[in-house]
């Protein structure tokens, strides 16, 4: 894949993209990467009821707005309403994809928006390569006896992991051909800018960056937090992330509230970019207490600023932070552990940031987006 002339690249989200969220980052950086080294072969694609085509927004990025309809979650067969929508949204897709000589999709967070394209290949309707890129939850919505998920493996080109923990987990479902390739997700330091707003709090600050969803496991955060802070009366913690249906927060206020810390604990709701990449320039340390992570991309943006990192041993993020030299971890749940790994920090200011240092000159040797990049190109174009 050296020019425009070998056809273009879709980066397909099933969703509106917002970059409120990790993949949408992730496809955002992976874009711009594209364009910097081959102008004009990468668009984004994004699943569409309403409209169809290409625009180009306010930062240059393009976008196809395309739809491919899933087939109902669950269902073994068409059914006649399915049958109908399919038939009516494939000659357009099909259109669109030859109108922009669209020859690679590569699907991020893969639903069952993969299989009408899976179908148009198995027909001869269009000719080009299917790549799948795994980022987490959405392994646990593929059902390897599903013959939708069947036909969508038996189709697929390439299947990618952002971890080397996640492709294990992709492996295990026994549907896909081949070896999973493991693409970490990367960081442009150049464009994870800061804007000049001003901080929610005065003085030292605990940030936490994560959906608000019980699997960020703030709850834990806030635990810990309660038993060092009398310790660190100048200390606050502040949380950042995107809100769902509210319910998990609305927990977490009122969690917040009765231990007594609401003056302490700051809860911000959906900010751009430049918001999170101030606050974690500015921030004593980044606390990533999830449950579950697939890779933990909010670590290599603490990396690159110099923030030091406690965070739990799950999923990818070992694979980030492979041994105490560059960060602290410690086991998921255990809010003892983590408020003894914070305190440690804090007691120990040259030791962190000597972590921090190490830690953010691995990441800018291991998971630059110009790593990414290459590594999704390698897969893109089927090289080995």
């Not at 295990?172 to 709090?201: E, Q, S, T």
Request: with cysteine; net charge neutral; proline share 5%.
């Amino acid at each position: 894949m050296t020019a425009r002339s070998q056809g273009g690249v879709l980066l397909f989200l099933p969703w509106v993209f917002d970059m409120l969220g990790g993949v949408d980052v992730v496809v955002d950086r992976l874009w711009h990467g594209l364009e910097r080294t081959h102008p004009g072969v990468g668009t984004i694609g994004v699943q569409d009821w309403h409209q169809s085509g290409v625009h180009t927004d306010a930062d240059g990025r393009r976008f196809l707005h395309l739809n491919l309809p899933a087939p109902e979650a669950g269902a073994s067969r068409w059914n006649p309403r399915y049958a109908i929508t399919l038939l009516r949204r494939l000659p357009a897709a099909r259109r669109l994809l030859a109108e922009h000589d669209i020859r690679v999709v590569n699907f991020h967070f893969p639903r069952g928006n993969v299989y009408p394209l899976a179908l148009m290949k198995q027909l001869g309707l269009w000719r080009g390569r299917i790549v799948l890129s795994f980022h987490g939850s959405d392994v646990r919505e593929v059902d390897p006896r599903s013959p939708f998920w069947q036909q969508i493996a038996a189709e697929t080109d390439e299947v990618t992991a952002c971890s080397r923990a996640l492709a294990g987990q992709v492996e295990a479902l026994g549907l896909f051909k081949g070896a999973v390739r493991v693409v970490h997700n990367g960081i442009d330091c150049d464009k994870f800018v800061a804007d000049d707003a001003p901080l929610p709090v005065a003085g030292r600050y605990i940030l936490n960056v994560g959906n608000y969803v019980a699997g960020k496991a703030q709850d834990v955060l806030v635990d810990a937090f309660a038993q060092i802070a009398p310790a660190h009366p100048d200390l606050n913690l502040v949380c950042i992330g995107g809100t769902l249906d509210g319910t998990w927060l609305a927990g977490l206020r009122d969690k917040v509230a009765k231990l007594g810390l609401g003056e302490r604990v700051v809860f911000l709701e959906n900010q751009p970019q430049k918001r999170v990449a101030r606050l974690m320039r500015f921030a004593t340390a980044l606390a990533h207490a999830s449950r579950a992570e697939s890779f933990g991309l909010v670590l290599i943006e603490a990396g690159v600023c110099g923030t030091p990192v406690v965070a739990t041993r799950v999923g990818g993020i070992p694979e980030i932070i492979p041994s105490q030299e560059f960060g602290v971890l410690v086991e998921a749940g255990d809010v003892a552990a983590l408020a003894t790994a914070l305190d440690d920090l804090l007691r120990r200011p040259d030791e962190a940031a000597a972590r921090a240092g190490r830690l953010q000159t691995r990441v800018l040797n291991t998971f630059s987006v110009t790593a990414m990049t290459q590594g999704y190109l390698s897969v893109l174009s089927g090289q080995p």
